[in-house]
């Protein structure tokens, strides 16, 4: 049932809050400075990035299909008519309409508005297993993919320059944990660029000295596409030498790099990645919005906060009722899907309220899944129609780059993707993204005891890397 929500006179400037600057944030806020006439609202944005991560693209963009400046949208520039504030949310009484907000410089502040809509999305869904937080990576930011794609490449150096089999070995071991689409994406694009830098350009490399390992507690993969479309999809990566581990949980990770399965094996690897699943923002627990127990935002069909008029809630980190489903308490699923289409729909009952009309429900069917195995490769299923290899391929950039805010993105990706269509893939590490002060703090103590090269005190392991 739909909530009232308060009338403000047309004189009045109501603050909207949007709190997040990912899919729903960006998109509701877009399409409020679009429908309110200027000075009809004051709409004000907070997020800890100044801009929003297109999260599809980040296994090409650590694959170097797409340049990573182009899978995200600079929030200042895109929501020209709205206020970004850089920062945090810290706290939230909603009871008071009062937010508390910490900036990336200067101190904390009080925020007074008159509309809520929370979007701060998720984070990653971590299990207390010895060493990961040590030693994993996650696959969430753009950061993450840049970061991913040099480490890869990285290892790919350190293996060709040594003769140490023990070395070579764990260099060239890469674990994946999580079985999902951002998994399985990450996993085959970047295990599909480096077999291409190895045959182009790592002469006393093969491909078979490789070792993909995905691990997934599950007994399949890919749960959003039927079980033969799962079932294809491990056919493939299998007949390309990777080993996927189903009905198998990564137990532990020591401090030498070496990890145990729930199966039994140990095997060392300089190279760990989380994309296991996420869970709402915990800033969530510093608000006073009711949250279920999976610690989402309870929301109304309409996206509205249940029980707290003028607040609003709809992505990852809401509860919203699926109309499409007959069964009890199905509530639509945290994807790009969904929350694409519910800032739309939020954005336009809250102009409706605004207006003193009655908001609308959100009701869409799901329409199905496509996914990107590598360049060529891909796996899809939508509308009940089963795609795979370069078909599937093709829908899942066709799909993709028309859901990329602006047509600035979308026409930069476009040119990513011609460009490589050209020329070769450029496969290099820049190693010195991780440490850039490396350098110069060797050459500023240069003469003092034991210290060492810059490329030798680098070297010993990507753990280090990471920590």
């Avoid at 200067?106 to 509309?115: A, I, M, P, R, T």
């Avoid at 999809?233 to 007949?239: K, M, P, S």
């Avoid at 207006?355 to 959100?362: K, R, V």
């Avoid at 090269?453 to 990507?462: C, D, I, L, N, V």
Wanted: aromatic residues 8%; glycine residues 8%; charged residues 20%.
């Amino acid at each position: 049932m739909a909530q009232p929500g308060t009338r403000f006179p047309e004189s009045s400037r109501p603050v909207i809050l949007v709190v997040g600057g990912g899919y729903v944030g960006l998109y509701t806020a877009l399409r409020l400075q679009k429908k309110l006439s200027r000075g009809r609202a004051e709409i004000v944005v907070v997020d800890p990035q100044p801009h929003m991560t297109y999260q599809p693209f980040l296994p090409e963009a650590a694959a170097g299909s797409v340049e990573p400046r182009h899978v995200v949208v600079p929030l200042r520039r895109t929501l020209n008519r709205c206020r970004v504030i850089t920062g945090a949310l810290i706290g939230l009484t909603h009871a008071q309409k009062r937010a508390r907000i910490a900036p990336v410089e200067g101190k904390v502040f009080e925020l007074s508005y008159d509309v809520l809509v929370m979007a701060a999305g998720s984070v990653a869904r971590t299990l207390p297993i010895p060493g990961l937080a040590e030693h994993g990576i996650g696959f969430k930011n753009v950061g993450e993919a840049i970061y991913l794609r040099n480490h890869v490449l990285a290892r790919l150096d350190a293996a060709s320059s040594t003769d140490d089999p023990e070395v070579r070995s764990r260099a060239l071991t890469f674990v994946f944990v999580g079985g999902g689409y951002a998994g399985i994406e990450a996993f085959a694009e970047l295990e599909d660029m480096a077999r291409y830098a190895i045959e182009h350009y790592y002469p006393r490399l093969s491909p078979a000295d490789m070792r993909w390992v995905l691990v997934e507690a599950m007994g399949r993969i890919l749960p959003e596409v039927d079980l033969d479309m799962g079932a294809w999809t491990v056919r493939q990566l299998t007949a390309r030498g990777m080993d996927i581990r189903l009905n198998t949980r990564l137990e532990s990770i020591s401090d030498a790099g070496v990890v145990r399965l729930s199966d039994g094996e140990e095997f060392p690897t300089e190279t760990l990645v989380w994309t296991a699943g996420t869970k709402p923002n915990p800033v969530l627990a510093a608000t006073d919005l009711p949250v279920d127990g999976r610690g989402r935002v309870e929301c109304e069909a309409t996206l509205q906060v249940r029980g707290m008029p003028d607040a609003w809630a709809a992505g990852d980190l809401a509860a919203v009722p699926d109309l499409t489903k007959d069964e009890p308490g199905a509530t639509t699923a945290p994807n790009a899907q969904h929350a694409v289409r519910q800032a739309r729909r939020l954005a336009d009952n809250i102009v409706a309220v605004l207006a003193g009309q009655e908001p609308a429900l959100y009701r869409h069917k799901y329409v199905g899944s496509v996914a990107s195995l590598g360049l060529h490769k891909g796996v899809a299923q939508v509308y009940g129609v089963k795609l795979k290899g370069w078909p599937a391929w093709f829908m899942h950039r066709t799909y993709h780059v028309s859901r990329v805010p602006t047509f600035n993105r979308k026409a930069r990706v476009i040119a990513d993707w011609t460009l490589a269509s050209v020329f070769r893939r450029e496969v290099i590490s820049l190693g010195q993204l991780q440490d850039p002060r490396r350098e110069f703090v060797f050459a500023a103590n240069t003469g003092r005891a034991g210290q060492l090269p810059p490329a030798q005190a680098a070297a010993p392991s990507a753990r280090a890397e990471s920590a």
